[in-house]
């Protein structure tokens, strides 16, 4: 079953860049697929357009039977419930607790707490933190808040989960387990996985499905690929 479906899309900003060119790709539901390229390639362009954090300027971006193109303002809270978005630097509110943090999520689309705790409590568990839950992040290691920050976005039981460089800010050892984690994700729970990332082992020892993104076009799309760029470009 198709998850996302992306037609000749174009994102040209207003000093007249172009990050993303004539870009077309289908993912269906239950896919795992790693994102690379180099800096400056569209990649993050590309990822940021399936959240809706950048709208198209033409061409369609489906998510979700949503159409990202076509979608107000007004309405983006509709995409965002279908989905879950992990960032690189976590993004937790220092103040709260692991528990809340997950919950804030559910508080915030006004859920009664007799459906937020177990729904949080699940969340919690499935990404290893059972025990830490009353923790301020501050007491908690990188690897832990990214797990707290992976928590959040499953919270409300998402088919997507978009990953934009979730181990860009971890050593290589905490790399490798937040990626099980992850893979974990995706078969058990058949959660759709995208991750944008730039770290050539992790891609190489997963052969999952690769998309290469260069100078903004889909340069190559492969099922249990591995990291390669042009060698005209340096890596990110």
Known sequence: ??????????KIYKNGTTAVADLSVSIDKGEFVFVIGS???GKSTFIKMLYREE????????????????LRNSKVYKLRRKLGVVFQDFKLLPKLTVYE????ALETLGL???EIRPKVLRAIEAVG????????PSQLSGGEQQRVSIAR????DPKLLICDEPTGNLDPETSKEIVALLDKINKELGTTIIMATHDKELVNRMKKRVLVIEDGVLARDDQK???KVHESVKNS
């Open 1 to 10: 079953m198709r998850l996302i479906k992306v037609e000749y899309a174009y």
């Open 39 to 41: 800096t400056g390639s």
């Open 55 to 70: 709208k198209p300027t033409k061409g369609k971006v489906i998510v979700g039977g949503i159409d990202v193109a076509k």
């Open 101 to 104: 943090n997950v919950a804030f």
């Open 112 to 114: 009664p707490n007799s």
């Open 129 to 136: 933190l059972k025990e830490k839950t009353r923790n301020l």
């Open 153 to 156: 976005a499953l919270v409300n």
């Open 225 to 227: 690929g591995s990291y």
